[in-house]
Every structure is written in structure tokens, then in C-alpha cells.
């Protein structure tokens, strides 16, 4: 089982000096949101971004984590 806090220190140590936001959309533990502010986003189109969140997961997406939503978006964008 992977954790709330796992999720969020896994995409702060991957991406340092972002914000990162990690809801449990269902309460069951592998439905999960992520809202990530990151300047390592800047440049890349949404596919990207979302790969490198997903990347850092492995097989827990899928598994574990059945369920990964993800928003991820520069300091200076005003939408997701």
C-alpha cells in the first residue's frame, strides 16, 4: 500500500521546490489526485508533464495506485 505521503514525497524529491497537492479522491487509498506546481514543468506540453509524474511511480500505477489524476502546471500558468 502506498501512502498519501508517499506520493507527495516522491514528487517533491523528484521535483524539487514544487508544490504538491495529493487528494484521495475515494477514500480507499488508490484514487488519487495530484495537483503539482513546478518549475521543471516549463517547456513541456501536458503529455510530458504527465509522464514524468507517472514515471516516477513505476508499477504502482495500475497497481497500488489504480487511479492517478494528475494536474500539473508552471508557477506562472493560471490554469492547469
Do not use: C, W
Not at 508517499?6 to 517533491?12: A, F, L, M, P, S
Not at 495530484?34 to 504502482?60: C, Q, W
Amino acid at each position: 500500500m502506498i501512502t498519501l505521503e508517499t506520493i507527495q514525497k516522491t514528487i517533491e524529491s523528484n521535483l524539487p521546490g514544487s508544490q504538491v497537492q495529493v487528494v484521495d479522491l475515494t477514500g480507499t487509498g488508490d484514487h488519487i489526485e495530484v495537483t503539482v506546481v513546478s518549475k521543471d514543468f516549463e517547456g513541456k506540453s501536458p503529455l510530458e508533464r504527465h509522464r514524468m509524474i507517472y514515471n516516477m511511480f513505476g508499477a504502482d500505477v495500475g497497481g497500488a495506485i489504480h487511479a492517478l489524476s494528475i494536474k500539473a502546471r508552471t508557477p506562472d500558468a493560471k490554469t492547469p
